[in-house]
C-alpha cells in the first residue's frame, strides 16, 4: 500500500444561465387591443362591500355569537357588575369585537 499515492481533485464548472423570452406577437393590433385604466372606488362603495361581508359572517354566526353574549352577560350578572348603557349597545360592541378578531 505504501506505492500507491492517491491524490484528489475536485473541479466545480458552473455553466451561465441564459433564460431566453420569448416574445409573442400580440392577438390583435395595438390599435384594436383593450386599455385597462385603474378603477378607484368611493368611499360608499368600500363601505357597502364591507358592510355585506359582516353581514353574511352574523348571519353565519349569529348562534354562536347570541351564546357567548348570554354567557357573559351571565357573569356579569353573577358578579353584580351594571352597565350605564343598555344591552343593545354592549350586543353591538361585543360583536364589533368579535368580527375585528375573527
Same mark, same amino acid.
Given at each position: 500500500m505504501d506505492k500507491f499515492n492517491i491524490d484528489?481533485?475536485?473541479?466545480? *464548472?458552473d455553466e451561465p444561465i441564459i433564460i431566453q423570452k420569448k416574445k409573442y406577437k400580440p392577438l390583435t393590433i395595438t390599435k384594436e387591443q383593450v386599455k385597462l385604466y385603474p378603477v378607484? *372606488?368611493?368611499n360608499s362603495y368600500k363601505l357597502q362591500k364591507k358592510k355585506e361581508i359582516f353581514d353574511i359572517w352574523y348571519y353565519d354566526n349569529r348562534t354562536t355569537i347570541n351564546n357567548l353574549f348570554n354567557n357573559l352577560v351571565n357573569i356579569f350578572i353573577r358578579k353584580k357588575i351594571y352597565f350605564y348603557t343598555d344591552l343593545k349597545t354592549v350586543y353591538n360592541h361585543f360583536v364589533e369585537y368579535l368580527y375585528d378578531v375573527a
Open positions: 484528489v481533485v475536485q473541479l466545480f *464548472y378607484y *372606488y368611493k
